[in-house]
Nanobody, 114 residues
Framework: QVHVVESGGGLVQAGGSLRLSCEASNIFSINVMGWYRQAPGKQRELVATITNGWLKKYADSVKGRFTISKDNAKDTVYLQMNNLKDEDTAVYYC?????????WGQGTQVSVSS
């Protein structure tokens, strides 16, 4: 059975840090793993992605603050978030793109207080 499970969200003060993790289970031929987020009343947007060739892509709003990485042995992708801002508050979703399609995780809430 396929599983995409996020963890690591929470409440943090502005300027603080959080690390999100996403583990994929029983998904083969993964091409891209990434993080997206959706704030209340807004559309889901890309935060960062990493390919199986280790190419990384970031939204302009997080460049220099967020870092995406992965552990291929564990099929796990991480998002290190530093210097968090109010506008980073959102539900963060993990996406796993593989040969036959993609799967989404259930989301993890990140809330930044000023």
């Amino acid at each position: 059975q396929v599983h995409v499970v996020e963890s690591g969200g929470g409440l943090v003060q502005a300027g603080g840090s959080l690390r999100l993790s996403c583990e994929a289970s029983n998904i083969f031929s993964i091409n891209v793993m990434g993080w997206y987020r959706q704030a209340p009343g807004k559309q889901r947007e890309l935060v960062a992605t990493i390919t199986n060739g280790w190419l990384k892509k970031y939204a302009d709003s997080v460049k220099g603050r967020f870092t995406i990485s992965k552990d291929n042995a564990k099929d796990t992708v991480y998002l290190q978030m530093n210097n968090l801002k109010d506008e980073d508050t959102a539900v963060y979703y993990c996406n796993v793109d593989f040969e036959l399609g993609s799967f989404w995780g259930q989301g993890t809430q990140v809330s930044v207080s000023s």
